[in-house]
């Protein structure tokens, strides 16, 4: 009757999570700042899911990106600039109960955390990777970053950035044992929300790139698409990012896409002439490293007891 | 050689020595010194070391030091290149590498000249010499070798001519692989080693290489052992010192490390290959599988630390081990640790520095660095051991600090513990010392993340998992519900409460043991791997009359109470340690000028008292004859002065 459950009192008692029992401290973002997009649809999908707030850690470098985890009401790490990959790779392997995810920026992850982008894909932890990319520092106000469009005037470089900017993408896909690369804008709410759903679906690193509004800071990398949508090109593909009823049509370019297929990924990552957006590549093979740095959680102290003796006795005289 | 047993044991030798007959002509000594110097990869290392642990295994106190060349592949038979290790075993404990080497084995003359450079020996030293090079087809080297005997005549060193390869290419055809067993066998008659436990060694040695090599290196060794009885006039034994009811364990320190790490309940180990550290992570990546743990080798320093953050953050508190330039690397991941009030324990396997400095000797020039290195003030936890047995209990302990007090826990050894062998009691290992499983109750709301208690700055820590317990680490300025804030009264607050913790953890340290009288003419305070070296070094002054006193420092930060007070009961005190100081007589140093070694000038600043300081970056580890001589040295300054 009513559609009530017989056993609705046992369901009363169960944990039910709406958007607000995600949401954190009020963002401090600047007015019309694509981080508050992106924010929202990370609520979403954590309300799709239904995570358990107690089991859901946020990491974050330095920058305006690694304001998130203020902005969940999860457990979050908002630690050192450039150095969010290490502590979340830290903290998935020991525990694999965990939900991982990782906010950072251009600056944070292309340029004093680079190496560590690198590694981590090859480690490929199963994490959730946002990089929120405004080509540009927002936090220190206007410096150039490694995904600043040539000749774009910063603080850093008044006649215009001097050298072409670092290609996410490529970087990404030429890692080894890569397992999901994909690319999204923030202006597109429904898109943007089944992005992010799918890296977090995905067991192991989902590396997501997304191109963010900085209206303060930077004009030219995002005007250029927003003005001029055929720019870009809307990955198709079964085992693509869905595509919402009616968003597709509001790309001109569309292309199919095989999300396996790493050499067509490489060549439309190579193509600057369209920026595609959707799921590049995955491969849901991959070696993940949380599956061997986790080995041995079971073990009970009677047997790490054992082991320890075993050893020592080893050296006994 | 009368002992029944000691019959049995060389009969064992099969065939090749049974007929020796037992001489009663060994003489007893106290103690020795013996070097073995080669090429680097001729093993003589290896034979050193089985030398230590079989007498180690006959109750003999053993310490053991390697003489380790800075390149991967110096040329051969050059000073520069020598390989090789040093064994000082007596009955009674040996606390350190001790002064001139009684009796050495070389492979080569060049090697011999670098130990002469080091001053290890003097013209007691008895030196047994391959005599290979006195013919080779060489001219070159025939020469060599002939200027070097004279050489070591003028320095009044005895050498014994020995045809050692010529012996050795009787059993195998290239005695380069091989020579080293047999100089065991040499060295194990010369001491009157028990033969059965050296052969079991040398099983144990080769067991993964197969019977074949096992069976062709005990062939080496009974050569060398029938050799020396046939050809060498040179007898010894060494009574034993161990307690019979003692069980004792025989390791380096940083095998000592690992084990304590196993035994601390630490499962995760994050390091970057840096020496004298990386064979803590060899070690554990053979072993730490049996209590669960992980080796993880991460891209580089500041990952190694950022991954056993994360890991600590989630509950499971996790070890990075490295030595000088990782721990500058690492400064704000530890800064970081400080102020998010992460635990985490960080070994330091102190070696020589700046920058890259001598990566393979010793140094204790990492305590200002580790205690001043980060960024605004960063309190933390520094232990130092000074034994190896130090190396495996303070890393249980560290564990069990950096969580009660919720803060980074340095451990600082140093590369005479890494590679030091010493026995010390096996520790019977006590499940109290693994980490109870992680909490995952749920947390009081009301309570918060940082909920300080104002007497002593401590607090209990959410853990992802606990329900209620959500909040956000960060590196930036915050108050106690973990929310940032830049306001003055909360940045003060929180660095109070932080440092706070140190003064509480001062509450629970008794102060430091006086090693000799109570107070006198000089105390000598020392930290770390000095400790045998300097208690020896007092010894000798007290004997010699002088109201000298040492005390040993394991704390570092903070410091164990009532050194002001123990310091008082002092005319002069003064630190002896292994980092920089200027030396009093140079040029433009003067007393305002002088800048002092790392202890003497956190202890000046403690104690408000005019402490001293020797100290040297020889990279090698401290002799006590060399202390000695520089304690009685200011102690007789002392005495005139009175
Ligand atoms: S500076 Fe730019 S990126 Fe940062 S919050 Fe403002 S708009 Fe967003």
Redesign the interface.
């Known amino acids: 009757m009513f559609g009530l459950k017989s056993d609705w009192s046992v369901k009363a008692n169960d944990r039910y999570f709406t958007l607000d029992d995600y949401a954190g401290a009020e963002p401090r973002w600047c007015t019309g700042c694509g981080d508050l997009a992106i924010l929202a649809s990370v609520h979403r999908v954590c309300r799709e899911k239904q995570l358990l707030p107690e089991k859901t850690v946020s990491v974050s470098g330095i920058g305006c990106s690694s304001r998130l985890p203020h902005y969940m009401k999860t457990y979050g790490f908002h630690g050192l600039h450039g150095r969010a990959l290490p502590v979340a790779c830290g903290v998935k392997s020991r525990r694999p109960d965990l939900d991982v995810w990782v906010a950072t920026g251009d600056g944070d992850c292309f340029s004093i955390g680079a190496g560590h982008w690198v590694h981590a894909l090859r480690y490929n932890m199963d994490m959730t990777v946002l990089v929120f990319d405004n080509g540009i520092y927002g936090l220190t106000k206007k410096q150039t970053s490694p995904t600043t469009p040539e000749e774009y005037q910063t603080n850093t470089h008044p006649s215009g950035a001097v050298l072409p900017p670092l290609n996410p993408l490529t970087v990404s896909l030429g890692v080894s044992n890569i397992s999901f690369v994909a690319q999204m804008v923030d202006w597109n709410p429904p898109l943007l929300y089944e992005t992010i759903k799918a890296a977090h679906e995905h067991k192991g690193t989902s590396f997501v790139r997304i191109v963010q509004r900085c209206p303060v800071f930077m004009d030219v990398m995002n005007d250029e698409m927003l003005d001029d949508p055929a720019r870009l090109l809307l990955l198709n593909h079964e085992q693509g990012i869905p595509v919402p009823d009616g968003v597709g049509k509001l790309f001109e370019n569309q292309l199919d896409h095989d999300p396996g297929d790493l050499s067509a990924a490489l060549g439309l990552a190579t193509d600057l002439s369209k920026i595609p957006v959707g799921l590049l590549y995955r491969n849901p093979d991959a070696r993940m490293y949380n599956e061997i740095s986790s080995n041995g959680l079971d073990l009970s102290h009677e047997e790490k007891l054992a082991g320890v003796n075993e050893v020592l006795d080893k050296f006994l005289i | 050689m009368n002992d029944p047993a000691e019959l049995i044991a060389v009969k064992q030798i099969d065939g090749v020595v049974e007929e020796l007959q037992v001489r009663d002509s060994a003489t007893s000594i106290g103690e020795h010194i013996v070097e073995i110097v080669s090429d680097s990869g001729e093993g003589a290392q290896k034979c050193g070391q089985t030398f230590g642990i079989v007498s ?2 006959m ?1 003999n106190g053993v310490w053991t030091v390697e003489i380790i060349p800075a390149e991967i592949q110096p040329p051969a038979r050059t000073p520069d290149g020598a390989s090789g290790i040093r064994i000082r075993l007596g009955d009674s404990l040996m606390t350190n590498m001790g002064n001139d080497a009684n009796l050495v084995v070389a492979f080569n003359e060049q090697v011999l000249r670098s130990r002469i450079a080091s001053n290890a020996y003097d013209e007691k030293t008895v030196v047994l010499l391959d005599n290979m090079w006195a013919s080779d087809r060489d001219e070159k080297i025939r020469q060599q070798y002939a200027d070097a005997l004279l050489e070591f005549a003028e320095y009044g060193l005895e050498v014994i001519e020995l045809p050692i390869q010529e012996e050795c290419l009787k059993v195998v055809p290239d005695p380069r692989k091989g020579k080293n067993m047999f100089v065991l066998g040499m060295l194990a008659h010369m001491y009157s080693r028990d033969t059965e436990k050296a052969l079991a060694e040398i099983s144990s040695i080769f067991a993964r290489k197969g019977e074949k090599v096992i069976s062709t290196n005990h062939a080496l060794f009974k050569a060398g052992y029938k050799f020396a009885y046939d050809s060498i006039d040179i007898h010894y034994e060494i009574a034993s010192h ?1 307690e019979p009811d003692k ?5 380096n320190g940083n ?1 000592a490390v690992g ?1 304590g790490i ?2 601390s ?1 630490m ?2 180990v ?1 390091m970057y290959p840096i020496t004298p550290a990386t064979s803590a992570s060899h070690f554990l990546a053979d ?1 730490f ?6 080796v ?1 080798q ?3 320093e ?15 508190t ?1 070890c990075t081990i490295t030595s000088g330039p990782g721990i500058a690397l690492k400064t ?2 530890i800064g ?1 640790a400080s102020m ?1 009030e992460i635990p985490l324990v960080i070994i330091d396997v102190q070696r020589g520095g700046p920058s890259t400095g001598l990566p393979t000797k010793v140094e204790q020039s990492d305590l200002l660095a580790t205690l001043f290195g980060a960024p605004g003030d960063s309190p933390k936890i520094i232990m130092a051991a000074a034994t190896i047995s130090d190396c495996f209990h303070f890393v249980i302990l560290a564990r069990k600090l950096a969580e009660s007090f919720r803060t980074p826990v340095i451990l600082l050894s140093d590369a005479n513990l890494a590679t030091g062998v010493q ?1 010390f009691e ?2 019977e ?1 006590n ?1 109290d010392w ?1 980490s109870s499983p992680i909490d995952q109750s749920e947390w009081d709301k009301k309570v918060s993340a940082y909920d300080w208690d104002e007497e002593t700055g401590l607090s209990a820590r ?1 853990i ?13 300025a915050h108050n106690r519900y973990a ?2 804030a830049y306001d003055a009264t909360t940045n003060q607050a929180g660095c109070s409460m932080r440092s706070r913790k140190l003064a509480a953890m001062v509450q629970t340290l008794e102060p430091p043991k006086v090693h000799g009288d109570p107070e006198g003419d000089l105390l000598i305070v020392g930290w770390g791997s000095t400790l045998g070296t300097i208690e020896e070094a007092v010894g000798v002054a007290r004997e010699n009359g002088h109201k000298v006193s040492s005390v040993h420092l394991r704390f570092l930060s903070p410091f164990e109470p009532g050194l002001r007070e123990i310091c008082s009961r002092f005319k002069q005190v003064m630190t002896v340690e292994l980092n920089y100081s200027d030396d009093i007589d140079s040029p433009y140093i003067t007393d305002e000028s002088r800048r002092y070694s790392q202890l003497a000038q956190l202890l000046r600043a403690h104690t408000l008292l005019d402490i001293d300081c020797w100290s040297t970056v020889s990279g090698n580890p401290l002799q006590p004859g060399k202390i000695s001589r520089v304690i009685i040295d200011r102690a007789i300054q002392i005495e005139g002065e009175n």
Request: zero cysteines; glycine letters at 16%; hydrophobic letters at 45%.
């Open positions: 180690a295994r109750g161990s069980r004792m364990v025989v390791m095998q084990l196993m035994a309940g499962e995760l994050a072993e599988q049996r209590v669960g743990g992980f993880h991460a891209e580089d500041i990952a190694a630390a950022g991954f056993s953050i994360g890991a600590s953050y989630a509950g499971k996790a704000e991941m970081l998010a026995p096996r520790p290992v499940d693994f959410p992802p998992g606990m329900r209620g317990g959500e909040y956000v680490v960060t590196g930036l929310k940032i």
